[in-house]
């Protein structure tokens, strides 16, 4: 589900607050700011005799400045920017919204404040929405997307989304958000290393940088070590911290050493090309398969054995890593799909969604175990018109039919890296499991 407006949800400390003001209780809202730094915003009350769900009320403390304030995160806060903006308590400063959220949801958010959106005032360009973007001052955890340094302009990738556009977000962890303790660096777990190589390509026409990490004494391995391919390379980077994912999870004996290869996209235009089945697309494919993987094996001892070999991605790469390991089987037996974008239609510009699925159904069962992971909350119309929760399903009831090995995931939350960087974990375990 996503949630809508939530205009008829109550918070018990706000009404609280509002009849303390009402009788004139003095130091009422100055003891309302301070239980607030003290405790952290957002504010999460229970609801009565209801154990799955809680109230959570984002608060900002305004100025005679303040016009407006609203709560951004449109995959998460669904609806119009008016459904999202926030209330004044009378003539105070205390502006406040109120939801009603799965008590496990974890997602980043940030504060419009006086959003040109909201005030009707035309024409405005996304970077005048994002410049009146702030972080919730009151909430001191944070969520940071990296700069760049690759690829410059991909840093206004997030653009045209209201979220996306700050670069360091807050971060909403309700109380029943499972933990992610292996997105943490460890002092005590040795590193990887990470190598950065640059390739000048002829198919497709382009240059790129691969990163491939090596896990900690690999050099002193007699055994090649399995195989990790995932594209987009700065969000495995940065966003989902895979490197420092695999140190501390190879550490602890939940996966065996793996070689990670992230896989560069030149820009953001190609990129969407590049996981689509435009021309470039197959290219790319043509790249992975032909080229990169060629020459990993002639100068890393990593695995041939498509059995412990891995091909994933998030959102479009998920989508496009399950195509690759269906036409390349002798390459890859295990798909690692993040919210993959399953909806899509065929090839051939057909209008029917779902091409994927479809090819799965008429198409001989293959030896390829399939991770699929879809947020709760992903259940707007994505390309096709098909939702990436309801694609997934489908997909997965497909997949079982014709005899795959399926791990399937519905994480509460929605098409945001903070929530991949904790499934990626529940694949990588899965799929390099021993299988008798």
């Not at 109550?10 to 130091?27: Q, V, W």
């Not at 005032?121 to 973007?133: G, I, T």
């Not at 990887?192 to 004494?217: C, L, M, Q």
């Not at 037996?333 to 919210?339: A, E, T, Y």
Request: glycine share 6%.
């Amino acid at each position: 589900m996503r949630i809508a407006d939530a205009a008829t949800v109550t918070s018990a400390r706000i009404e609280g607050l509002r009849r303390d003001i009402e009788a004139g209780r003095a130091n009422a809202l100055d003891a309302f700011w301070e239980a607030v730094a003290a405790e952290g915003a957002p504010l999460v009350e229970a609801i009565p005799d209801i154990d799955d769900e809680v109230l959570v009320t984002f608060v900002w403390r305004g100025s005679s400045e303040t016009n407006s304030v609203r709560v951004c995160n449109d995959d998460i806060l669904a609806g119009t920017p008016r459904d999202s903006a926030m209330a004044r308590l009378g003539y105070t400063d205390v502006w406040h919204k109120t939801y009603r959220l799965p008590a496990d949801v974890r997602f980043e958010y940030v504060f419009a404040l006086n959003d040109p959106e909201l005030s009707g005032e035309k024409p405005w360009s996304w970077q005048e929405k994002a410049a009146a973007l702030v972080v919730d001052p009151l909430n001191p955890r944070r969520y940071l997307i990296p700069d760049d340094g690759e690829h410059p302009e991909w840093n206004d990738f997030w653009g045209p989304w209201s979220t996306w556009t700050k670069r360091e977000q807050s971060l909403a962890e309700l109380p029943a958000a499972p933990q992610q303790p292996w997105v943490v660096e460890r002092s005590d777990v040795p590193k990887g290393r990470i190598d950065k190589h640059v390739f000048e390509s002829a198919i497709p026409a382009n240059r790129r940088v691969v990163y491939v990490y090596t896990p900690a004494r690999y050099e002193a391995q007699s055994e090649p070590s399995g195989l990790l391919v995932l594209s987009d390379a700065w969000a495995y980077r940065a966003m989902i911290p895979t490197p420092t994912i695999l140190d501390n999870l190879i550490a602890e004996g939940s996966v065996p050493p793996l070689v990670a290869v992230l896989v560069d996209h030149p820009t953001l235009d190609l990129r969407m090309k590049e996981l689509s089945f435009e021309p470039q697309g197959r290219a790319f494919v043509s790249f992975l398969t032909g080229v990169l993987l060629p020459w990993l094996h002639a100068h890393y001892r990593v695995t041939s054995d498509p059995a412990r070999s891995i091909v994933g991605g998030a959102s479009d790469g998920g989508d496009t890593a399950a195509r690759i390991a269906f036409e390349y089987p002798g390459l890859f037996g295990n798909v690692l799909s993040q919210s993959g974008t399953f909806g899509r239609p065929s090839p051939a510009d057909d209008s029917e969604p779902e091409w994927f699925a479809r090819h799965v159904a008429s198409s001989p069962a293959l030896a390829i175990r399939f991770y699929l992971d879809a947020g709760s909350m992903e259940t707007g119309a994505d390309v096709g018109g098909t939702s990436i929760l309801e694609s997934n399903r489908h997909l997965r009831m497909t997949l079982l039919e014709k005899g795959h090995e399926v791990l399937h995931v519905e994480f509460s939350g929605g098409h945001q890296p903070v929530c991949w960087q904790g499934t990626i974990r529940d694949a990588l375990v899965w799929l390099t499991a021993a299988r008798s």
